[in-house]
Each structure stands twice: as C-alpha cells, then as structure tokens.
C-alpha cells in the first residue's frame, strides 16, 4: 500500500482534520504490522487555540516538532499514555491533529495481545489505547509519515463525518467550545458520542 504523499499533508489543517477520517493508519515493527482506519480526529491550530500545546507560540522540547514541516509524527505522553498527531500547519505554523480512534484492520491479534483484551470495539477506541495497539510510542516523534514504518494510506471514504466539540481541554476556555472534532458518524470504534 501507498503512503499518503507529502502534499496531502500540506492542506489546511481542518481539512485535513476531515480528509485522514477513513484513511488506513499502519505501524510496522519487528513484533509485526499493525493498521486500522482512522475515524475520529482532533484538529489544533496552534498559537491562537489555548488548547493547543503550541499557544502562544510555545516551543519547547516537546513541541519543536509542531515547528517543522507538515507529515510528521508528534507524539507526547499524557497521563502514561502515548498520544499520537500528525503535525499540520507547515513550517513556523505549529499546527496538529490528534489521531483519537481507529476501526481495527489488519493484525487484531497482535493488537489484543499488545492491550491484554479480546473486545475489539475497546481495542483501539482512544487516543491512548490506539497507540498501545498499534506499537506507537515516543520513539516515532518526529518521523515521516510518508513511508514506514509508521504511515498513513488512503482508505475508505466516509458517508458521513460529524463535527463537535474537542474532548479533555475543559481548562482551555472558549477553545473548549470550538467544533473541531470530526469523526465518521454512527462508527461503534468513536471513543465518544456526542449531538453535533
């Protein structure tokens, strides 16, 4: 399968919020490969969105990633968990969208054994559990997603895409409110439902 090319990733960065739900997410390692479609994502505009870690222009070690070109992994650690976006923007625009949950393709198996469950709709339905899933971990910062072994193909075109509000940033004032979440309607893999 293809990756993605490079100029994909160069759309704005609520489009391309849109345009990765239904496209296949895959991971490779020596464990095996691991791929799922993306259906839920998390669009942050950098340094003018308070839930952005890059607000304000913050550059840090963490984020210093954000700061380069577009198609890249940035991936952090929250709570234990590691999180996994795709940096959008272009370069001194710290742009990214979090990947938050993915429909379960390609090596369940390895995908049950790395969770230590059998539910699949549970294996993958997070931002947290799909990167425990998938084998992505902070050694990907950084790297491009435009061939292996982390990367993103096209996939299935959705029917349908809702949009809503951005979950766990209730400390990020009006940003808390803004619509950008978008997630392939009706899919049981969502972490969350929600009206639009």
Not at 123 to 143: A, F, R, V, W
Request: hydrophobic content about 30%; overall charge positive.
């Amino acid at each position: 399968m293809k990756p993605l090319s490079q100029e994909f990733y160069e759309q704005p960065t609520l489009e391309l919020a849109k345009g990765l739900l239904g496209c296949l997410l895959i991971k490779e390692t020596k464990e095996g490969i691991a791929a799922g479609y993306i259906v839920e994502t998390e669009a942050y505009m950098g340094p003018d969105d308070r839930a952005a870690h890059s607000y304000h222009n913050r550059r840090t070690k963490r984020t210093e990633v954000m700061f380069q070109r577009s198609g890249l992994a940035y991936t952090y650690v929250m709570h234990t968990h590691c999180l996994f976006n795709v940096v959008s923007g272009g370069e001194e625009k710290p742009e990214a969208v979090l990947v938050r949950a993915l429909e379960p393709m390609y090596g369940i198996g390895l995908m049950k054994m790395r969770r230590g469950i059998d539910e699949l709709t549970k294996l993958t339905n997070g931002p947290g559990k799909l990167t425990k899933s998938m084998g992505i971990t902070m050694e990907d910062y950084g790297c491009s997603l435009t061939s292996p072994p982390l990367y993103i193909t096209k996939g299935i075109c959705p029917d349908s895409i809702s949009t809503g509000k951005r979950i766990g940033i209730n400390n990020s004032g009006e940003a808390k409110d803004y619509p950008w979440r978008f997630w392939v309607t009706k899919n049981e893999y969502v972490s969350r439902h929600q009206k639009t």
